[in-house]
């Protein structure tokens, strides 16, 4: 969905009435989502995601971004994680070394994650991936 130069939220209901900025899952089924233009942010406000159809034919979303924290108001989270999602379901989730004001870094690991994913040459397993969340870009 990302086009050169504009940059896009994804954001799908938790409640009816209710939105969320991570396309979460509520009763066991996809929540509806839309993508809307924004201007530049941090990672704090939005997650970066990139779908790769891996060799087998499954979908696997990849997701960069600050996670959510009850415990921490999203201001104060310096941490930014990398997960694969697919059928409904978290197949990896692991840190980064990314800071949240580094959206175009963010941008290029997913990227980098996606065409890994679709060429076989890496898994959908933390320790798949974790090698490129730790390098420093």
Do not use: C, W
Request: aromatic share 2%.
């Amino acid at each position: 969905m990302a086009r050169r130069g504009r940059h896009f939220l994804t954001i799908g209901a938790t409640r009816p009435g209710r939105m969320s900025q991570k396309g979460d899952l509520a009763s066991g089924g996809a929540i509806p989502r839309r993508s809307v233009a924004l201007g530049a942010m941090s990672l704090r406000g939005r997650t970066i995601e990139q779908t790769a159809t891996l060799p087998d034919g499954r979908h696997v979303t990849v997701h960069v971004g600050v996670p959510d924290d009850p415990y921490i108001p999203r201001g104060q989270l310096e941490t930014v994680d990398l997960e694969l999602h697919s059928g409904g379901g978290v197949l990896a989730a692991i840190n980064t070394v990314l800071d949240p004001d580094q959206e175009s870094e963010a941008l290029e690991l997913a990227r980098e994650i996606a065409r890994g994913l679709e060429s076989g040459g890496l898994q959908p397993t933390a320790s798949s991936i974790e090698p490129l969340a730790d390098t420093l870009r």
